[in-house]
């Protein structure tokens, strides 16, 4: 898996597509999500140099690295769609990833009507700069796209509405032609505010 980096290399991420999963889509899932926790944990060991770092969730769920001894705990986030996981971590904060399959069979209007609702046109005070850089960003059109965003804001931030606080650090991940992705970052500074 090729190590990229995003936020000034404050983030590590990678992806990986699979052959020969199973046919069943829970199985899939869980051998893609079990696949997914193996190499998220490798990935980290070799950007950090660490060894033994475990994949653990704590009592929300929110998944982390937790480190040798007591050496605390690293961002962690994983996300798959069909066949391709992606996986990030950072030292330092709350790290989202998402990434989902551009299904063209796929009913979206219940779903993009409950995402976006009236959000466009009355955004929160505080989100207002964010929201209008947001609109003139011609992947705001793409439902997935906007999709992977939500999802990602919610990885990271445990708030499932964006339009409440949206984390000033979000990236496109445009890596693959029928998926959308996207990825969120805190760091530390953030967080305490």
Not at 125 to 146: E, H, I
Request: net charge negative; proline share 5%.
């Amino acid at each position: 898996m090729q190590i990229l980096s995003a936020f000034e290399d404050r983030v590590f991420w990678g992806w990986k597509r699979l052959e020969n999963l199973p046919e069943n889509r829970l199985e899939r899932r869980k051998a893609t999500s079990d696949i997914a926790r193996i190499a998220l944990c490798d990935f980290a060991g070799k950007v950090t140099g660490e060894g033994n770092l475990t994949y653990h969730r704590d009592d929300a769920g929110k998944p982390a690295l937790r480190r040798a001894g007591d050496g605390g705990f690293y961002g962690a986030s994983i996300s798959h769609s069909r066949d391709i996981f992606a996986v990030a971590f950072c030292p330092n904060g709350s790290i989202g990833i998402d990434i989902e399959y551009r299904d063209p069979t796929r009913k979206i209007a219940r779903l993009e009507k409950w995402l976006f609702g009236g959000r466009r046109e009355n955004p929160n005070l505080d989100d207002a700069a964010r929201m209008d850089a947001l609109a003139k960003d011609p992947r705001q059109s793409d439902f997935y796209q906007q999709w992977c965003v939500y999802e990602a804001i919610f990885k990271c931030t445990g708030i499932n509405d964006p339009a409440l606080r949206l984390p000033s650090d979000t990236v496109y991940l445009d890596e693959w032609p029928d998926y959308a992705g996207a990825m969120v970052w805190q760091g530390d500074a953030a967080l305490a505010e």
